[in-house]
């Protein structure tokens, strides 16, 4: 899909932005007959190398990042974005919708400013920072809700059902690791965001006004503390990994310790059966007139002793 802003035909000027959305062959040609620019493709843009990321060709920027597309995101790794921009016009190049952009175009749609392609590479970067930050926050608050649960609730869950603790337990684990898997897209995002407004500002000193620096500037400053935030979450995320692993690690020891109890309590009344259970005809109990209530009372007493003495060490 190809978009141009503002549309040609509603304004009788020339596009200062055009939008290419999971675009066909058909509209990147005919964006670059508009923007007399090279268009890169996907591959270039999914390229690694901060050379290929970012670069300058004659007075026109090409920039690109790896980019988190939506707040429940199902894609294995952010979508690539890139950005074409110089003086005349900016070219964005997405394979998804992307929620920055959005939250940009209602924002340049709501302003008396003349857009310029620059200013629109702000808005649209600063609708982007934004979004990221709401991602955290809602990640923040996913984390939050799992904390509570795994401190506050397992211990009376625990004691009502010890295999829907466990469950609940694995469930937590579950989500811990999804969220410390959109953790690590988001800050690829935020790096690639950061590199971007570095580069930008550098390269394009020149023709960039005063209020634009500032305004990247501003975007640097909030990359900067989305980043620290998101480093503080992945701490987190790597704290409730290591509790559920704890109590899962208890849940085991529980388990293994009622065994070794229950094993070590069925030594002595096993012992006494087997004695009693030889048959040797000189054996004077056999004869007694309380012979087999003097056995089970044996057998009864070798088991709780045992069981009264794990008691007593605070083993059970």
Not at 5 to 12: D, K, L, N, R, V
Not at 203 to 216: F, Y
Not at 264 to 288: D, K
Request: proline share 4%.
């Amino acid at each position: 899909m190809l978009k141009l802003y503002p549309e040609t035909s509603a304004h009788g000027v020339d596009p200062i932005w055009i939008d290419l959305c999971d675009p066909t062959a058909e509209e990147i040609r005919n964006a670059t007959e508009l923007s007399k620019t090279r268009i890169p493709t996907r591959d270039e843009l999914e390229e690694i190398e901060s050379s290929s990321r970012l670069r300058v060709e004659r007075d026109t920027l090409y920039l690109s990042t790896p980019l988190s597309a939506h707040a429940e995101q199902n894609e294995t790794a952010p979508t690539p974005v890139g950005f074409v921009l110089n003086q005349r016009i900016l070219v964005t190049l997405r394979y998804t919708g992307i929620q920055g952009f959005e939250t940009a175009k209602k924002q340049l749609a709501g302003s008396d400013r003349v857009p310029t392609p620059v200013g629109t590479f702000i808005a649209l970067l600063e609708g982007m920072v934004d979004f990221g930050a709401d991602l955290l926050q809602n990640i923040a608050a996913k984390l939050n809700d799992i904390s509570r649960r795994v401190f506050q609730g397992y211990g009376s869950t625990r004691k009502r059902n010890v295999a829907r603790a466990s469950r609940a337990l694995r469930q937590a684990m579950r989500e811990v690791g999804e969220l410390g898997e959109r953790l690590s897209q988001i800050r690829e995002s935020l790096l690639g965001l950061q590199r971007i407004t570095s580069f930008v500002g550098e390269k394009g000193h020149d023709w960039i006004g005063g209020d634009v620096q500032t305004r990247l500037r501003t975007a640097t400053g909030d990359l900067g503390s989305l980043t620290d935030y998101e480093v503080h979450l992945t701490d987190k995320v790597q704290f409730l990994l290591d509790a559920v692993l704890g109590y899962i690690n208890t849940e085991q020891n529980d388990i293994f310790k009622v065994l070794t109890i229950v094993s070590v309590v069925g030594i002595p009344p096993t012992l006494i059966a087997g004695i009693y259970g030889m048959n040797f005809q000189s054996m004077p109990e056999y004869h007694w007139a309380y012979g087999y209530a003097w056995g089970l009372s044996l057998i009864v007493l070798s088991t709780l002793l045992p069981i009264a003495w794990f008691k007593w060490r605070g083993w059970w």
